[in-house]
């Protein structure tokens, strides 16, 4: 079966635009999360979406948004880019409980010029 | 930020030897994840131990897991060339997010 699918895999923008990242996950997979992955902080979470509502929130600014539509399908917004906002953004699908693990996308590296 | 910590940071092996990583985590767990990444691309789960469970295996890996010393082990045995990669813990808590460790450069030379 098809694997999570995040366009684009490569973005450049310049501070202060707003962008949209795209996540397909897995064909019955209900729950999308995405991550931010950077040098310096690593691997954090930014937010769940489950069955169309936010399940979970990480610790980051309200520049920082996301939905998900009835396909599962998520998009993440970030809007007034900083150059700090530079970095991997990974989605991953899980069928929502919590002993299963969760699939990742290949990622989308924006970089904030 | 990150709850827990991998040891060592960076691992380099020869083919054939056996690869140990370490993880440490702070808070009870639901259950403790392993996954790897290959250089800056999407992460592959490998395995999950449940916070009941002590060890569990898969192929040639093999995980640990101690739940009073808040840590886990990841062992590849008879690595390969193949097994290069960065090597993360997660754990999860109550609710649904992922908590990563900083992640194992393991190289492996043939």
């Known amino acids: 079966k098809a694997g999570v699918t995040q366009t684009p895999r490569y973005l450049i923008k310049t501070r202060g635009q707003q962008v949209t990242l795209s996540c397909s996950p897995i064909?019955?997979?209900?729950?999308v999360s995405w991550y931010q992955q950077t040098p310096g902080q690593g691997l954090q979470f930014l937010f769940e979406?489950?069955?169309?509502?936010?399940?979970n929130k990480g610790n980051f600014p309200g520049r920082f948004s996301g939905r998900q539509f009835s396909n599962s399908r998520s998009e993440m917004n970030v809007s007034t880019l900083e150059l700090g906002d530079s970095a991997l953004y990974l989605c991953?699908?899980?069928?929502?409980?919590?002993?299963?693990?969760?699939?990742f996308g290949s990622g989308t590296r924006l970089t904030v010029v | 930020s990150q709850q827990g910590e991998e040891d060592p940071q960076a691992l380099s092996i020869q083919e054939g030897e056996n690869a140990t990583m370490n993880c440490s985590y702070k808070?009870?767990?639901?259950?403790l994840q392993w996954y790897r990444q290959n250089s800056g691309r999407g992460l592959v789960h490998l395995i999950l131990?449940?916070?009941?469970?002590r060890e569990k295996h898969s192929g040639r890996l093999r995980v640990t897991l101690d739940t009073s010393k808040k840590s886990s082990s990841l062992l590849i045995t008879a690595s390969r060339a193949a097994d290069t990669a960065s090597y993360f813990c997660?754990?999860?808590?109550?609710?649904?997010?992922?908590?990563f460790g900083e992640g194992t450069q393991l190289t492996v030379n043939p």
């Open positions: 991953a699908s899980s069928l929502g409980a919590a002993d299963y693990g969760y699939t």
């Open positions: 064909s019955g997979h209900r729950s």
């Open positions: 979406y489950f069955s169309e509502t936010q399940r």
């Open positions: 808070t009870s767990i639901n259950n």
């Open positions: 131990i449940r916070s009941n469970e």
């Open positions: 997660a754990d999860r808590t109550s609710g649904s997010r992922l908590t």
